[in-house]
């Protein structure tokens, strides 16, 4: 039975075919894989099983090749989000899905213990960052994630820093205070810092966490402020990502920085041409409060530099909904200072499932757009026809400077955060693939898509990238 369903099936793009009276299905992935697509059809394994899932204990049997294991796991987590607030799953048990893996490709060697762990903390990453984008901002506001973040601090034996409400304007948060003062639950900016024995290197990855959008006092229209519980998407994706990069055995200094606010509409609410002085020193004429996420990065990333000392830092966030025009919904934006950089995302985007794409990187080109009279900048553009979301990267840059002599990495994931009406916990597969030369965990090495010697490509990765650039 099983050799005539597999031989009967034709995908294109996907098939199936069902075995023993519908209790079991086969399904055959897209045959085709262009050379922007991640090889291990990731995002078809999510459509598949949420297809055919029943609801109940089930067991998945998937057939690849290791490269694509990590990704495939991932693929599986996403199908089966956490977060509901019907009355019927209020009453359901709990119920199991047990994944099982039968390793296909020439040299492939066992799963090890080691290895199903890093998928376990896999799923629970990416299941964590969904649901906390997935929950509405009633119930995850900026003092709901930092219990988030305390819950994960505590299963990691770190202990957060936490800087909220008026203690940010004190210490000079402008951007991060000045979105979130008009909110019931007070803005906050809050760190999490691994620091392994023999670490010498200091990187930062820092995460938009805006949990509602309103547009604030430039306010958005009845049919774009819906979906904006999602704005949180890169803090609650470096959330997961810093939780199974450290389970991993991350080997260098790791801070994981949240950039918390509820952009709100109120009596003390940001005002266009209120002037800001943020983090940096840089002042910043306000001539689009709906523009408010480069602001609180800003103040993220400044500190990471100034406070921090970190040499490589990372932000993530859902920055502008041009990045779904330029670079669609299964692929997120980077925007970056260094080549390697660049390619790198790439390549773990592909090894990971969790795909990007690049931006125009040309500062010199692009951040005149910002230009202001009476201030350093202002913070939206003055042509929105013209890269806007190269734009708003370079406004997150400028707070570095141009002239930041380390490493800085920009991705924009506004549409790959969501796929319908669910979240994806897109970046957290991404985060600690591309970082995956600082990790202990034999999964991570093998797909880095750097090496700490000469930034080449390792192992199991060289195969993606070889695809790639075919």
């Known amino acids: 039975a099983w050799t005539l369903s597999v031989n009967s099936l034709q995908p294109s793009p996907t098939d199936y075919c069902s075995l023993y009276l519908n209790l079991a299905t086969v399904a055959a992935l897209p045959v085709k894989c262009s050379r922007h697509n991640t090889p291990s059809r990731t995002h078809s394994i999510t459509k598949i099983i949420k297809t055919h899932s029943t609801g109940a204990e089930e067991c998945i049997v998937l057939v690849c090749e290791k490269a694509d294991l990590f990704a495939s796991a991932c693929g599986v987590a996403r199908a089966y989000p956490t977060y509901s607030r019907k009355t019927a799953t209020a009453t359901s048990t709990d119920h199991t899905i047990t994944v099982e893996v039968l390793l296909i490709g020439k040299g492939d060697t066992p799963v090890t213990d080691e290895d199903i762990k890093v998928l376990n ?13 997935d929950s509405p901002a009633n119930e995850m506001h900026t003092d709901a994630f930092i219990e988030e973040v ?6 990691l034996g770190l202990k957060p820093q936490i800087i909220r409400g008026e203690e940010l304007a004190v210490k000079g948060f402008g951007g991060i205070y000045g979105v979130g003062k008009a909110a019931v639950h007070p803005p906050a900016l809050v760190v ?4 392994p024995p023999g670490g010498t290197e200091n990187m930062a990855w820092v995460g938009k966490g805006i949990v509602y959008d309103t547009g604030g ?5 009845k049919t774009s402020m819906p979906g904006m519980k999602r704005d949180c998407g890169g803090a609650a994706a470096i959330l997961g990502a810093f939780y199974v990069a450290v389970q991993a055995g991350f080997t260098q200094n790791l801070h994981a920085v ?15 041409d209120d002037i800001h002085t943020l983090y940096s020193g840089r002042t910043v004429e306000i001539n689009n409060t709906d523009a408010e996420g480069r602001l609180v990065l800003s103040d993220g990333v400044a500190y990471a530099a100034k406070d921090l000392h970190c040499t490589t830092i990372l932000d993530m966030a859902t920055l502008t909904g041009a990045q779904g025009t330029a670079t669609g919904k299964y692929h997120g934006a980077v925007l970056t200072n260094v080549l390697e950089w660049e390619e790198a995302a790439v390549t773990a985007g592909q090894a990971s499932g969790d795909l990007v794409h690049p931006l125009p990187y040309s500062p010199e080109l692009h951040f005149a757009e910002f230009a202001s ?20 990267g370079l406004f997150i840059a400028a707070h570095l400077g141009f002239d930041f002599p380390g490493n800085w990495i920009h991705i924009d994931m506004a549409y790959p955060v969501h796929s319908g009406e669910r979240a994806t916990g897109y970046g957290v597969a991404l985060l600690p693939t591309l970082f995956g030369h600082y990790s202990q965990s034999r999964i991570f090495r093998n797909l880095a898509p750097m090496s ?4 080449e490509c390792e192992n199991d990765c060289k195969a993606t990238k070889k695809m790639r650039l075919s």
Do not use: W
Request: charged share 20%; proline share 3%.
């Open 121 to 133: 903390d896999a799923v629970y990453g990416v299941r964590l960052a969904a649901r906390i984008v």
């Open 373 to 392: 009279a009476v201030a350093d900048m202002k913070n939206s553009v003055a042509d929105r026809s013209n890269a806007t979301s190269s734009c708003a």
């Open 192 to 195: 999490l810092s691994h620091s």
């Open 258 to 272: 949240f950039c918390l606010a509820e952009n709100a509409v109120g009596p003390t609410a940001t005002k266009p």
């Open 150 to 155: 305390q819950k994960v601090a505590q299963i």
């Open 217 to 221: 006092l430039s306010i958005k229209t």
């Open 452 to 455: 700490t010697e000469n930034g």
